[in-house]
C-alpha cells in the first residue's frame, strides 16, 4: 500500500503527457545527475537546497517531487512545497532509479536547447501553423517542457529571430529539428528524446500523412488534416490557434493511449442485447 503522499512510477506513468499532469520536479544532486543526465517527461531540475527560495512559484499546483530513491531528500522537499501552499505535493516511490528500472521513458538532457534565465526553453518558426507546426509545440509542452515559449514569425525572420534571441528553430529547412526524409519534424522530435511510448508513435504516423499530404498513411490523417486547416481559420493570431491545437492533440493522443478499441454506432443497443 503507497504512504500518504507519494504516487506509484505507475500511477505517474499514467499522468505523464495529459494536461492535468502535476509539475514534475526532479530534485537529484549534481553527482545524481550527472550518472544518468536523463529526466522524467516533462520535469524540470531544481536545487534541493534551496527549496525556501523557489518554493513558492508552485503554490496552488499540484507537484511531483523526484529524488534519487524516494528518500529523505525528496520528502523533504514535498513537505516544504506543501508549507508553500502547493495544493499537493507527493514523493515518487522509488525515485528516479525505480522510473528507469521500469524502462519507462527518460528524455536525454543533452537533447535539450538551452534554457533562457527563467529555465524555459525557446522556440521559432514560421506563422500560420497547420500541422507539425502545432504538433511539435504540444509534444514539448505535454512531454518535454512544459513552460516552453513559441515564437510565430514569417519565414524570412525565423534565422534572425533565433540569432538575436538564443531561440530554437524548428520545422523550417536547414534546421536540426525539421523534417529528415519523408519523416517530419514530430518524428525527429520523438527519436531524439527517445520518447518510445506507443501512443505518441502511433500517433506520429497520423501527423505523419497529414502533414506530407500521405492521407493513405492513417484512416484518422483526413480528419486530422482538416480539424487543421479548421483552426487555422478559426484564429488569425498564431498563439490562439495553438492553444486551441494543444486541445485538439490531447484528445487524440487519449483516444490512441485509452479509447482505439471503442465503437460507436447508431441506434445505440439497448442494454443487455447484443449489438
Known amino acids: ?23 514534475l520536479i526532479d530534485v537529484r544532486v549534481d553527482d545524481e545527475w550527472r550518472a544518468d543526465p536523463r529526466f522524467i517527461p ?11 527560495q523557489w518554493g513558492g512559484a508552485f503554490a496552488e499546483r499540484a507537484v511531483v517531487v523526484i529524488d534519487q530513491e524516494g528518500g529523505a531528500l ?9 508549507c508553500a501552499r502547493a495544493s499537493s505535493a507527493d514523493l515518487l516511490t ?18 535539450l536547447p538551452p534554457r533562457d534565465a527563467r529555465g524555459r526553453t525557446v522556440w521559432v518558426t514560421r506563422s500560420r501553423p497547420k500541422v507539425d507546426r502545432i504538433a511539435c509545440p504540444w509534444l514539448i509542452r505535454r512531454f518535454v517542457d512544459p513552460s516552453a515559449v513559441f515564437l510565430f514569425v514569417s519565414a524570412a525572420d525565423v534565422q534572425g529571430v533565433a540569432e538575436r534571441f538564443s531561440a ?12 529528415r526524409g519523408e519523416r517530419c519534424t514530430f518524428d525527429t522530435m520523438l527519436d531524439e528524446w527517445d520518447l518510445e511510448i506507443e501512443p505518441l508513435r502511433k500517433l506520429a504516423v497520423i501527423v505523419r500523412g ?8 492513417a484512416p484518422e490523417a483526413a480528419g486530422l488534416l482538416a480539424a487543421s486547416l479548421g483552426l487555422s481559420r478559426m484564429y488569425t493570431d498564431d498563439l490562439e490557434q495553438l492553444e486551441g491545437g494543444m486541445r485538439l492533440y490531447d484528445a487524440f493522443y487519449r483516444w490512441q493511449r485509452d479509447a482505439t478499441d471503442e465503437p460507436h454506432s447508431w441506434p445505440a443497443t439497448k442494454a443487455g442485447k447484443a449489438p
Open 1 to 23: 500500500m503507497s504512504s500518504i503522499n507519494t504516487i506509484s512510477p505507475e500511477k505517474l506513468a499514467r499522468l505523464v503527457g495529459v494536461a492535468h499532469c502535476p509539475t
Open 42 to 52: 516533462g520535469a524540470v531540475r531544481c536545487a534541493a537546497d534551496s527549496v525556501g
Open 168 to 179: 530554437t528553430p524548428f520545422d523550417i529547412d536547414g534546421a536540426f529539428w525539421s523534417h
Open 74 to 82: 525528496g520528502a523533504g522537499v514535498a513537505a516544504w512545497l506543501r
Open 210 to 217: 497529414a502533414d506530407t499530404a500521405r492521407l493513405d498513411l
Open 94 to 111: 522509488g525515485g528516479h532509479l525505480a522510473w528507469a528500472q521500469a524502462k519507462r521513458p527518460l528524455v536525454p538532457g543533452a537533447k
